[in-house]
């Protein structure tokens, strides 16, 4: 039997069938961890069973794919550790924190002394390197386990109505549902750490940029904050998981859900017009955030509530201030970064809104991307009123190198992201990543003409670009706005799904374009769109907003 493995031609014994077996040697000495496979362009596990003509990929935690089966797996054994020592607390996963996932407890205290048991406990699960088991029943199979077995976990798959059979994963006699691969064993989670943190508690792991050892814990104190106020108040909705929103949408269509999501955006950006309107000397506002989370709405809503509180805002953009082509940054393959702060004339861009705020006029260059040179028209003056206030909206807004020469009390920073706390259930989280490429997948080809494979290809150097621009200045924001809307991804699913089926199994994007079509799968459709307001952040997306972009 012959295989394809990097691109050659290999041979196969006639005894050897699964990925594990034939790849041994590779993945039991590799310092990355390589635990999992892509076969055919699918993510499998490593007890996959090959068959004649397959294309095998082995995947470490440097690949995306690889670093969440990692995580998976430390969530799996950290659940199993809690369910033999603590069988009646209530743990949830809830979301992601730097290289680590922050998790609570609903009816127990979380202690030192339990987290250390804990701990311990998930060192010796690890250290027996049990096998982790997928198992599958059909539906019938399945309610009857439930009725004898009364847990939560997992139960989601029987609410999804073109799934025939349910799956869990099992280690000795515990077993739970997590969405997606699993490690075939428990002796993969090698590197890990469990600590205390504020109410709850974080598990930590390796970055995907050395597996070697555990990433860096950077707290983020906004965004935590930001997040629970999120979680505490679609709590007091009572919408925690996919199977509440499914539920509030089959009672009145969404009606209430709609109208109390977005009257929670509408008052989150008065909150901050009204900041910025109480501090006289606040003269330039500069909003940044991660691809796809509506900043142009919300700063087309923002000037709305500015306008009521007697300010007028006066938009700047950054594309006019590049530097000349010849001073352009080049990056590690030798091409043009214009990414990078260096590619903006700073020393001009601080001279001109210096000039604004000291009530001068200044001429706005227009930048000539074909020649590569700013150009003046005669035609581009700018000035601003007593009152009207800067507003510029850029990856780089929140970078104190933007704006260095502007004083601090004259700057008020915001970061906006769709910062998802909806569950698909108490041990498995929806990605903020994932909300955000679902909307980017449906915005591509409803108004830029984009296939989701052109997206897809695009994702991964726009998530680097963040990385290196965005992420990292995200606590300099002196406010946070969360755009997510808890019943966004019922009316995304319905455009991106069959986006997303149009991705044939031939290309390698395939296994994304299929782990996000299964998990968009399990929402219930919102069909009727006239509920959703036309100033909404939404429509950005789908489309029908009152604002021109």
Known sequence: MKIYYQGKEVGMKNDIKKVIDMFQDNIRISPKHLIACRCNNEVKSLDYEIKEGDTVELLDITNKDGMRVYIRGALFIMAMAFNKLYPEANLIINFQLSNSMFCEIENMEVTDEMIEKVKSKMQEIIKKDMPITRKTMTKRQAKEFYEKEKTLRGRLQLDKKDKDEVTLYFCEDYYNYFYGVMPISTGFIDIFDLKKYKHGFIVRYPSRHNTTELGTFTESKKLLTTLQE??????????????HVNSAIEKDGGKDLILTSEA?????????ADKISKKKEIKIVLIAGPSSSGKTTFAKRLGSQLKINGLKPVTIGTDNYFVERPETPVDENGEYDFETIEALDLKLFNEHLTKLINGETVEVPVFDFKVGTKKYNGKNFLSLAD??????????????KLTESIPKENKFKIYISDLTVLNVDYYNRISTTDTRLVRRIVRDHNFRG????????????????EDKNIFPFQEEADVMFNSSLVYELNVLAKYAVPLLEEIGNDVKEYSEAKRLKSFLEYFKPLEDESLIPNNSILREFIGDSVFEY
């Open 230 to 243: 999120y979680e505490d108040i679609n709590s007091l909705m009572n919408i925690k998981t996919i199977y």
């Open 264 to 272: 929670l955006l509408e008052k989150k950006i008065a909150e901050i």
């Open 387 to 400: 009152d009207e206030v800067l507003v510029i909206e850029g990856i780089h807004s929140l970078n104190d």
């Open 450 to 465: 984009y296939s989701a494979l052109e997206t897809l290809k695009r994702w991964s150097s726009v998530n680097n670009g």
